[in-house]
């Protein structure tokens, strides 16, 4: 059971650059949601999906799109990669759509520098 | 303000003591609780989650809640080197879709 997939682990970009960041989980889960983690700034919510068709902004959306591809799949854009936007990215996902207490579970991370 | 406040640490414990971890948040309609261990370069991995008041037992781990004073511990009896890691709580709403607002973490460090 692979739970929540992210690819690529690690990637390296120039200013500009556009890339997109996949997930996908195999747990059937309704909600899923893309996170950052900068130092000392904990996790931020950049954009979720509560349900398959649906996604909406985070608290820092600003710079990326996301696409809800099917109930599975979740991936993040950067349309114009900004060193700003140098981070560990998060995908998680849970299995309500809300309303209820479930956990979020989370992949393994993206390793994004932007140079 | 911070919504979920944590004390960054590091909490250093000798092995085999208790360690006390503690998170307060401000939204007072909160209903759900959580805490993640996160080891360095790793994602959050969930230890353990409370909706009620009063303490959760799971093994060594045991999560405290107190909704009148709004803070959730975490007390790690038998500390061990491994349990050495960032502890992350994560606090959420119980009106429609609410989302995880989470602390910025403890650091936790377990001497041999």
């Known amino acids: 059971n692979a739970g929540v997939t992210q690819t690529p682990k690690f990637q390296v970009l120039k200013t500009g650059q556009s890339m997109t960041l996949q997930c996908a989980q195999d747990m059937n889960h309704n909600s899923m949601y893309w996170y950052r983690q900068d130092p000392g700034m904990g996790l931020r919510l950049i954009y979720y999906s509560a349900s398959e068709g649906t996604t909406d902004k985070g608290e820092v959306p600003n710079g990326y799109n996301v696409s809800r591809l099917n109930k599975r799949e979740f991936s993040l854009r950067l349309e114009s990669a900004a060193p700003s936007q140098t981070s560990v990215y998060f995908c998680?996902?849970?299995?309500?759509?809300?309303?209820?207490?479930?956990?979020?579970?989370f992949g393994d991370g993206t390793r994004l520098s932007i140079l | 303000q911070k919504e979920v406040e944590q004390n960054s640490g590091p909490l250093s414990v000798p092995e085999g003591a208790i360690a006390s971890l503690n998170c307060t948040y401000s939204d007072r309609g909160s209903q759900s609780f959580f805490w993640y261990r996160q080891y360095s370069g790793k994602s959050p991995e969930l230890i353990m989650f409370?909706?009620?008041?009063g303490d959760k037992e799971d093994g060594r781990f045991t999560a405290q809640l107190n909704k009148a004073s709004q803070y959730v511990s975490l007390l790690i009896r038998d500390s061990q080197p491994s349990d050495s890691a960032t502890y992350l709580c994560a606090v959420k709403g119980n009106t429609g879709f609410q989302k995880l607002v989470f602390g910025t973490g403890t650091r936790l460090l377990v001497s041999p």
């Open positions: 409370i909706y009620s008041n």
């Open positions: 998680a996902s849970s299995l309500d759509r809300g309303g209820s207490n479930q956990p979020q579970h």
